[in-house]
Nanobody, 121 residues
Framework: QVQLVESGGGLVQAGGSLTLSCAAS????????MGWFRQAPGKEREFVAA????????NYADSVKGRFTISRDNAKNAVNLQMNSLKPEDTAVYYC??????????????WGQGTQVTVSS
């Protein structure tokens, strides 16, 4: 089992920045790729970003490419999502997930409880 706890969400104005963090505990952190997903009210969950177990590979949704950066610190069992130039359409609950390196949510068996990000216009 892997336990994931997100933090760092909040309310920010459009154009602002936030950094989300995800702390992992339980099984060996480096066994897993990590992903960030989000779900807005009335919408399906969508892929945001993923990072391989070593950090050597990253992948981003087109909607966030160039604005968001995913990183991980294996010594601290943590993964971060730096979000810049935020837009109102980035408003969602953001979830951290651990599993296989993929854009598909089904590839991640472990999920955090989510953290709310609200971007005001």
């Amino acid at each position: 089992q892997v336990q994931l706890v997100e933090s760092g969400g909040g309310l920010v104005q459009a154009g602002g920045s936030l950094t989300l963090s995800c702390a992992a505990s339980g099984r060996t952190f480096t066994n897993y790729a990590m992903g960030w997903f989000r779900q807005a009210p009335g919408k399906e969950r969508e892929f945001v970003a993923a990072i391989s177990w070593s950090g050597s590979r990253t992948n981003y949704a087109d909607s966030v490419k160039g604005r968001f950066t995913i990183s991980r610190d294996n010594a601290k069992n943590a993964v971060n999502l730096q979000m810049n130039s935020l837009k109102p359409e980035d408003t969602a609950v953001y979830y951290c997930a651990a599993g296989l390196y993929s854009i598909r949510g089904e590839s991640y068996p472990y999920w955090g409880q989510g953290t709310q990000v609200t971007v005001s216009s």
